[in-house]
């Protein structure tokens, strides 16, 4: 299968922890299903996701989140350029805190999958970073807008300034959950301790 292939080359090098990611999000997410991405970034999340959730009947939603509006400016071209004028109806772009989740995300949708990508904008300021504080406050608020079945996937970065403390919070968050809800792994190459992580937190 697509995730047995992408497991297997992130094993042997060839493959990146955002393209498992992207694999797993593909086993996990439905047509028609809203998800959340909460840090856009440069939108190559954002576009992986609306092509998972679209439908003929246009239910699927993907609430994109970013402090920059800049990066909220990359995603939009990049989906301008990438889908139809009826996939970029599911999408709802917002300029805010990823903390503020809940504010974004209707109270009644059933949430599938919520993706972070930690750290700074590819290309941009990188003084700009996701932060602890704000990270387990999203953390938190995921957990309450997912539904069973749900996940909530992380990709964090150890390289820059402040990025380990922030993944080992996160790990930490992951670490003490509840087992008889939560299933959480992690993807980390041990002899690459600066290499991205994966986490994926099973509802």
């Known amino acids: 299968s697509g995730l047995e292939d992408a497991v ?6 060839k493959k990146k922890a955002t393209e498992v990611a992207h694999a797993v999000w593909k086993n996990v997410v439905r047509k028609g299903d809203a998800v959340v991405d909460a840090t856009c970034g440069n939108g190559y999340d954002t576009l992986a996701l609306v092509r998972l959730v679209a439908d003929d009947a246009r239910r699927g939603r993907v609430y994109g989140i970013d402090l920059q ?8 071209s990049l989906l301008d350029q990438s889908i139809t004028a009826d996939q970029l109806e599911l999408v709802e772009l917002h300029n805010a805190c ?21 750290g700074y904008l590819p290309g941009g300021d ?6 602890t504080e704000t990270t387990l406050l999203a953390l938190e608020a995921s957990k309450r807008v997912l539904v069973p079945g749900g ?4 990709v964090a970065y150890l390289a820059h ?8 919070k996160v790990e930490g968050f992951a670490g003490e959950l509840h087992v008889d809800k ?10 690459r301790p600066l290499a991205p992580v994966l986490l994926l937190i099973y509802k």
């Open 182 to 191: 939560w299933f959480c792994t992690k993807f980390q190459m041990l002899n």
């Open 69 to 76: 509006k800049h990066a909220l400016d990359s995603t939009s």
């Open 151 to 154: 996940l909530i996937s992380v």
């Open 161 to 168: 300034s402040g990025g380990r403390e922030e993944f080992e």
């Open 8 to 13: 297997m080359e992130y094993i042997s090098g």
């Open 98 to 118: 990823h903390s503020n989740l809940e504010e974004i995300v209707p109270s009644d949708a059933n949430v599938r999958l919520v993706a972070f990508n930690l």
């Open 126 to 131: 990188k003084r700009i970073k996701t932060e």
